[in-house]
């Protein structure tokens, strides 16, 4: 006995792996995958059989370091050390065991990139917001996030002209409309269930504006959990619908005639114990602290880049656009569903604790552990420079005539792709935290996109991101 745990690595587990270990034999799984987000905001991952898992939840799967120069067209970038030769680790978090309700027998966990001595890997996204969180704690706060993405229900059809496949949605019904949620209910129910087996709980539900357009939302959590609760929302949504016989898609803009899909970022600091709301002052007008304020300030200063990170796609851009409700400027605002940064109103009767900010411009193509980390480092920035963000809009800032945005300062953010990745190649503080390999894959791959869709129609953009996302 002592020499079969020596060889399936028992012995090297901690409590939490011996957890998953002892479930995985429980329950009869028998394929867990091994769950990271690549540069291309694409979820990838390998996965070991229920025999070999003690094992390779000590030594990881092997993969090869390319994986993180791939695009979303699965073509292969030339980057530095991304290429053929070399490898990292595939090694799994424990804690982010879940069996997975929408596949029977199998089950997840989201993966860190390590390198082959167990250290970590420049090019892990995961482990890029860690380090965020790592730094936040150091200055004495943590961060409590939460995505709410919107997704667009349908049937995937081939196109009668002979062309691509298509998106056909599963209505035509009106926004918040009864009708959307009956028409869409048993798939619904399905995706609940899902969502709760899987500790993701669930906060509200509704139909959205567009045609087959769905938005769930569940509840925050602890900033790393927040961008795993991510992973795991974008392959349920997907999964349930597959085994419906649906096809569900969280692409920014899947339907060109039809309202666009963001995954709005909510996030609030927190002291360490998470007793004290550090964004909440009940004195002020719109119930922010000087943190809060601050931290809006370093938004505003990055949101150019920011938004190559935080909305990952060609495709994003259709979405991003002024009167649109997806907030094209950047500024801010109470409640102001057209500012970039939107200060949310009170929930609940502890009106402190709720005290959050909501990041519009972000959207499911994202990778959302650079997302997010990318976030909490532009706003410490605004904190530690004190940076403020000006005047806050309580009008749509489209209604405004460009000699008055620019008096107040307000910027229209990049409107393609090409844009915000220039604007990120020149935020010195973005680059310097994403570090040299990280940030030259990002730019590599994502430029790659770029240019292979401008090169090819609408329903090429559309297909392949319907298809991906």
């Known amino acids: 006995m002592g020499d079969r745990h020596s060889v399936t690595g028992v012995d090297r587990l901690g409590p939490a792996g011996l957890r998953v270990v002892e479930h995985a034999e429980t329950e009869r799984v028998e394929l867990i995958r091994f769950l990271y987000a690549d540069h291309g905001g694409v979820i990838r991952g390998k996965a070991t059989s229920r025999s070999r898992l003690a094992e390779r939840l000590v030594s990881g799967i092997g993969h090869t370091v390319a994986m993180m120069a791939m695009n979303m067209l699965d073509q292969l970038q030339e980057v530095e050390r991304l290429g053929p030769v070399g490898e990292v680790r595939l090694v799994p978090d424990p804690a982010t065991f ?53 997704f667009t229900l349908g049937r995937r059809e081939p196109d009668p002209g002979g062309g691509l496949d298509r998106l056909v949605p599963v209505d035509d019904s009106l926004c918040y409309a009864t009708t959307g949620f009956d028409q869409a209910h048993d798939y619904t129910m399905s995706l609940i269930h899902a969502m709760e087996t899987q500790g993701l709980r669930v906060e509200h539900y509704h139909p959205e504006l567009g045609h087959g357009q769905q938005e769930l939302s569940i509840r925050h959590a602890s900033a790393m959990r927040a961008a795993d609760n991510q992973v795991l929302y974008r392959e349920t949504v997907r999964g349930v619908a597959l085994r419906t016989g649906l096809w569900a898609s969280l692409a920014p803009k899947p339907l060109a005639d039809q309202a666009g899909n963001g995954a709005h970022l909510h996030l609030s600091l927190w002291d360490p114990d998470l007793r004290t709301n550090l964004f909440s002052d009940p004195a002020d007008r719109y119930g922010l602290s000087a943190t809060a304020y601050r931290f809006i300030g370093g938004l505003l200063a990055h949101l150019p880049a920011l938004t190559a990170l935080t909305c990952g796609s060609v495709n994003s851009f259709r979405r991003l656009a002024p009167r649109m409700w997806s907030s094209a400027y950047a500024c801010y605002g109470m409640d102001n569903r057209e500012a970039a940064v939107r200060i949310c109103s009170p929930v609940g009767a502890d009106a402190a604790a709720s005290a959050n900010l909501e990041i519009k411009p972000s959207d499911s193509s994202a990778n959302p552990y650079l997302s997010l980390g990318a976030v909490i480092h532009a706003g410490l920035d605004g904190i530690r420079r004190d940076l403020d963000p000006g005047q806050a809009l309580d009008v749509d800032p489209a209604t405004l005539g460009e000699s008055r945005l620019s008096a107040l300062g307000v910027r229209r953010l990049p409107a393609t792709l090409d844009e915000a990745l220039d604007a990120l190649e020149a935020d010195d503080l973005l680059m310097d935290a994403l570090g040299p390999l990280r940030g030259s894959a990002y730019l590599a791959v994502k430029r790659s996109e770029s240019r292979a869709f401008a090169a090819e129609d609408l329903s090429y953009e559309l297909f392949h991101h319907m298809r991906v996302f």
Do not use: H, K, N
């Open 98 to 150: 879940v069996a997975l309700p929408y596949a029977p027998g199998a089950a997840a966990m989201l993966s860190d990139l390590r390198q082959v001595d167990g250290s970590p890997w420049p090019a892990c996204p995961r482990t890029f917001l860690r380090e965020a969180i790592a730094t936040l704690a150091g200055e004495g706060m943590v961060a409590v996030a939460a995505y709410e993405p919107e």
